[in-house]
């Protein structure tokens, strides 16, 4: 392929589609995914006073939302495999101005559940946004990503320490 890396996704001809785990032994998944909600100072007072704004209450409800989407995550992303998960812990804390959201999945598996962390503290962060953009329209989304994962054939992830504006 002409030195482009090998992405498992596309066919020889560049077509997308759904990887074969058929053969790949079942082993104990984890993942853990975090994301980040900037709020402002107006919105964070409220949910620090009240813990909620007209809507509600923002980080229980984001939270549920995140739990439920993580459970339906392969019909949500197209080449997602459904997995059977066993847990999807996610915390939601008020951090200063921001809403940190921290998602851990794990499932006996034949793939891992790094899609189903990361669609977890996604939904978790819209969620956040719906309920809190009557109250502020300068709310962002951000980073997203994946901290850790392990199992399965690539073995062990855990992101690098960074220093970023998350990290602050």
Aim: proline residues 4%.
């Amino acid at each position: 392929m002409s030195g482009r890396p090998e992405f498992s996704h596309l066919s020889p001809e560049d077509a997308a589609r759904m990887v074969d785990v058929g053969s790949k032994p079942v082993t104990s998944r984890r993942a853990v995914a975090e994301a980040w909600v900037s709020v402002g100072a107006e919105v964070a007072a409220q949910l620090r006073d009240r813990g909620a704004v007209a809507k509600g209450n923002v980080l229980e409800t984001a939270r549920l939302a995140g739990i439920a989407a993580a459970k339906r995550t392969d019909e949500l992303i197209p080449l997602c495999h459904p997995v059977p998960i066993d847990l999807i812990d996610l915390t939601v804390a008020l951090e200063d101005d921001r809403v940190h959201l921290v998602a851990v999945a794990a499932a006996e598996a034949k793939t891992g559940v790094e899609m189903e962390a990361m669609t977890a503290v996604a939904v978790a962060a819209l969620t956040v946004y719906d309920m809190v953009k009557s109250v502020a329209r300068d709310v962002a989304i951000g980073p997203v990503r994946l901290l850790e994962k392990s199992g399965g054939r690539s073995g062990h992830y855990k992101r690098a320490e960074e220093a970023s504006d998350a990290d602050r």
